[in-house]
């Protein structure tokens, strides 16, 4: 397996999972199928600040991604980042959603992040099991938080402390530098 920084040229792929996921579960709050130009605007606009990595099996075919960004615009929230996984149906259950995160967590820490959340669309037992695997915490729960395929879903909120909250530094690293420094 490898796991490198998403590119453009994964965004066909990724856009084919993220409607996948649209169509016929509930971990994506989306309704309407993703376009193309939007998932590679998201990706542009995450720049060398919000890595997304791209996972692939030994043949190159895509496995699934992991991305971060805002948590909010807001200046107090400089240090707090958003990850979000999606993994194909063949990937899961395999170790590779783990293998994503502590990747993009090795980023998030090499750039001086300091706190990590992720909203989880439940009942999901699987997505939960890999965001506590990896140590995250449940911060947060809200029923009835959105309405899909017929039923009210509810979304958990889950956060990790990457390192000292009592002085901690600006997160100005780029991606570039951060993995320049590992």
Same mark, same amino acid.
């Given at each position: 397996?490898? =796991?490198?920084l998403?590119?453009?040229d994964? +965004?066909? $792929?990724?856009?084919a999972?993220?409607?996948h996921?649209?169509?016929?579960?509930?971990?994506?709050?989306?309704?309407?199928?993703e376009?193309?130009?939007?998932?590679?605007?998201?990706?542009?606009?995450?720049?060398?600040?919000?890595p @997304?990595?791209?996972?692939?099996?030994?043949h190159? &075919?895509?496995?699934?991604?992991?991305?971060?960004?805002?948590?909010?615009?807001?200046?107090?929230y400089? @240090? &707090?980042?958003?990850?979000?996984?999606?993994?194909?149906?063949? $990937?899961?259950?395999?170790?590779?959603g783990?293998?994503?995160?502590?990747?993009?967590?090795?980023?998030?820490? $090499?750039q001086?992040?300091?706190?990590?959340?992720?909203? +989880?669309?439940e009942?999901?037992?699987?997505?939960?099991?890999?965001?506590t695997?990896i140590?995250?915490t449940?911060?947060g729960y809200?029923?009835?938080?959105g309405y899909?395929?017929?039923? @009210?879903?509810?979304?958990?909120?889950y956060?990790? =402390?990457?390192?000292?909250?009592?002085?901690?530094?600006p997160?100005?690293?780029?991606?570039?530098?951060a993995?320049?420094?590992?």
């Amino acid at each position: 397996m490898q =796991i490198r920084l998403t590119t453009p040229d994964d +965004v066909p $792929a990724i856009t084919a999972l993220l409607n996948h996921e649209i169509e016929h579960n509930t971990a994506h709050f989306g309704t309407q199928p993703e376009l193309e130009s939007t998932i590679l605007e998201q990706l542009e606009s995450a720049g060398d600040r919000f890595p @997304w990595y791209t996972a692939l099996d030994d043949h190159g &075919t895509f496995l699934g991604y992991a991305k971060s960004g805002p948590w909010s615009l807001r200046g107090g929230y400089d @240090w &707090t980042a958003e990850i979000t996984i999606y993994l194909t149906q063949a $990937a899961r259950g395999q170790g590779i959603g783990k293998a994503l995160y502590t990747r993009l967590l090795d980023t998030l820490r $090499a750039q001086r992040f300091q706190i990590i959340v992720a909203g +989880v669309a439940e009942p999901n037992p699987a997505s939960v099991a890999l965001h506590t695997s990896i140590g995250m915490t449940r911060t947060g729960y809200n029923e009835t938080m959105g309405y899909k395929h017929g039923s @009210w879903i509810d979304v958990g909120y889950y956060q990790m =402390i990457l390192g000292d909250l009592s002085n901690p530094p600006p997160p100005v690293l780029s991606i570039q530098e951060a993995i320049g420094s590992m």
